[in-house]
């Protein structure tokens, strides 16, 4: 570890691409091109190289005195179009190849397992396996993927199991859903933040944060766009427009249970993120490899004051570890959840 830059405890939003060719010769709509190191997931070529082998991350940490990294698959390799079937075998291929690169790399490397939750029984199901496990900490896509909402109650039974294991989830969005952003890279810079908010928005009205209160919900790129919406929300509770439960929790107090990363390129963004969703919420994020992370986050957050990023490199990150380690230990009796679904086969 460099001794000369400040340490950070923990990277929640670290990604990595597990490759394994033999088990990726059997997978529809996927290859791998060992000569280019290109994986071409739906016909859509993956040629970040940094995602397939964990020692330029490990390299990166070293370097950055970056202590640990919770890993998660990138979008390109959501993959939102398959039906139960091929979701679920897939799910089981990238948390596999998440759950050994971490195992050969223990100390510094962690999985978050990948949660379809655009098809409601897959999730469930890897859900349960890994809880059973002891194993509770997930990244799921935010949005982007045809009507499916995470407000729908068919996610109940997955909620559930995450509340009884007592769950931290990352949530990732994916491919934008509106075609106008398809230009100027739009779809990343304007999309990724509102889907993340479309995200927010339906966990708070949909009532999911209250009702399932053991999860560490955890949200990309600072909230994405929900800091600016948080005051538009709460007006929204507050004169009861059509469609918002008035009983209940205002949508600021839910907001100030969830967290975010720090990944928002602005100090007034990252001061509104702070506000909305409490200082102590905000945890390191840096997108690695992806250039619109903070792969340089010594330098990109220096305006910075040392309390603040003492706060977000070790303080924030530590009592999200200890929380996890509390809830952790209780989590493999309760985690069931209600019999609402039958194991896929």
């Known amino acids: 570890m460099n001794d ?5 405890v923990l990277d929640v939003h670290a990604h990595q691409a597990p490759i394994v060719p033999d088990e990726l010769k059997e997978i529809a709509g996927v290859s791998w091109n060992s000569v280019n190191a290109v994986l071409t997931v739906d ?3 993956v040629g970040v190289k940094a995602l397939f082998d964990p020692r330029p991350l490990l390299s990166w940490m ?12 990138p979008p390109p390799l959501y993959r939102h179009q398959l039906g139960d079937g091929d979701a679920h075998a897939w799910a089981g291929y990238v948390n596999s190849g998440l759950r050994r690169i971490a195992e050969h790399h223990p100390r510094h490397l962690a999985p978050l397992f990948h949660l379809p939750v655009g098809r409601p029984r897959v999730a469930l199901e890897v859900a349960r396996d890994a809880s059973v496990r002891g194993q509770n900490r997930f990244a799921a896509p935010a949005g982007g993927y045809d009507a499916q909402v995470l407000s729908d109650p068919a996610l109940d039974p997955l909620w559930h199991v995450l509340d009884a294991a007592g769950a931290f989830v990352f949530f990732h969005p994916g491919e934008c859903a509106d075609g106008r952003l398809n230009a100027f890279y739009l779809s990343n810079l304007l999309g990724n933040p ?17 009702r399932f209160p053991n999860v560490r919900f955890c949200f990309a790129h600072g909230g994405g766009a929900l800091p600016m919406l948080a005051g538009r929300f709460e007006r929204g509770f507050a ?8 009983e209940g ?15 928002t390129h602005d100090d007034g963004a990252l ?19 992806f250039p619109m992370g903070l792969i340089r986050p010594h330098e990109q957050l220096a305006t910075l004051d040392r309390v603040r990023r003492r706060r977000i490199f070790c303080d924030n990150p530590n009592e999200l570890i200890a929380r996890h380690a509390n809830t952790s230990a209780m989590a493999t ?6 019999a609402t679904t039958e194991r896929l086969q």
Do not use: M
């Open 4 to 8: 000369a830059v400040e340490r950070i």
């Open 43 to 45: 016909d859509h070529d």
């Open 62 to 73: 070293d370097q950055n005195g970056v202590e640990k990294a919770w890993i998660s698959i």
């Open 194 to 210: 509102y889907e993340t908010a479309v995200a927010i928005g339906h966990l708070v009205f949909g009532g999911v944060i209250e």
């Open 239 to 246: 004169t009861k427009r059509p469609g918002i439960a008035s």
């Open 249 to 263: 929790k205002s949508p600021r107090a839910l907001l100030r249970t969830i967290c975010v990363d720090c990944i």
């Open 271 to 289: 001061d509104l993120a702070e506000r909305v969703v409490g200082a102590s919420n905000i945890l390191f994020g840096s997108d690695w490899p």
């Open 333 to 338: 009796d309760r985690v069931a959840g209600p």
